[in-house]
């Protein structure tokens, strides 16, 4: 499966952003798709993952509450959309899909998926 992500941009501190994967090709149906983020100079970090029928969500600590991943089959696609923004939400956003159940803390993670988007950047001023 070939993903897109979209819908990165600028946004001002205690804003919010909706970011779109996409399946340029091939069925989202039966992955996990999760949403990762990589700052400059540092590692590419989970930020929220999604089960294939979408019952099943994780957060990372430091997006629950103000993040919502969610999916769309009919229209495979995958939303992260993105509530009070901070500047340490700044980096470039990658979806992802795994054949996995990739919905808790040891599973979602980068070594987990192998199908990859280029990213979309989100830039949050202060």
């Known amino acids: 499966v070939q993903l897109q992500a979209s819908g990165g941009g600028l946004v001002q501190t205690g804003g919010s952003l909706r970011l779109s994967c996409a399946a340029s090709s091939g069925s989202l149906d039966y992955y996990s798709i999760g949403w990762f983020r990589q700052a400059p100079g540092k590692k590419r970090e989970g930020v929220s993952c999604?089960?294939?029928?979408?019952?099943?969500?994780y957060y990372a600590d430091s997006v629950r509450g103000r993040f919502s991943i969610s999916r769309d089959n009919t229209k495979n696609t995958v939303y992260l959309q993105m509530n009070s923004l901070k500047p340490g939400d700044t980096a470039v956003y990658y979806c992802?899909?795994?054949?996995?159940?990739?919905?808790?803390?040891?599973?979602?993670?980068?070594?987990?998926?192998?199908?990859w988007g280029q990213g979309t950047l989100v830039t949050v001023s202060s």
């Open positions: 992802a899909a795994s054949y996995y159940t990739a919905t808790n803390y040891h599973t979602c993670r980068r070594e987990v998926f192998d199908s």
């Open positions: 999604i089960n294939s029928s979408g019952g099943s969500t």
